[in-house]
């Protein structure tokens, strides 16, 4: 099982950035999909996640209005579009997998590496 999030990098204020998650392995379309981020000396937190149909989204308190998560299914990837950033955007950005849509960290099974997102004002 193997999640490779991509399209982290350095953004303005304002900016807009997407960043995607390819699944490999034993990832399934079945499995909900999320988006988590940690910022440096925070504890990571939940920022989007889909269930396996893309019928049920949940979006984190920062998230709302601003960022959109969707997936492509026939790729099996998932991706999270970010408007609207800001400094406190910047954080390592993970994406995870598991049976069950959650907003709780400890429910995800399968994360892949993060992405490093960084926005100046």
């Known amino acids: 099982v193997q999640l490779q999030a991509s399209g982290g990098g350095l953004a303005q204020a304002g900016d807009s950035l997407r960043l995607s998650c390819a699944a490999s392995?034993?990832?399934?379309?079945?499995?909900?999909r999320g988006w988590f981020r940690q910022a440096p000396g925070k504890e990571r937190e939940f920022v989007a996640g889909m269930n396996w149909s893309g019928g049920v989204t949940y979006y984190g308190d920062s998230a709302k209005g601003r960022f959109t998560i969707s997936r492509d299914n026939a790729k099996n990837t998932v991706y999270l579009q970010m408007n609207s950033l800001k400094p406190e955007d910047t954080a390592v950005y993970y994406c995870?997998?598991?049976?069950?849509?959650?907003?709780?960290?400890?429910?995800?099974?399968?994360w892949g590496k993060g992405t490093e997102v960084t926005v100046s004002s």
């Open positions: 995870a997998a598991d049976e069950y849509l959650s907003r709780e960290t400890q429910r995800w099974q399968y």
């Open positions: 392995g034993r990832i399934f379309s079945s499995n909900a």
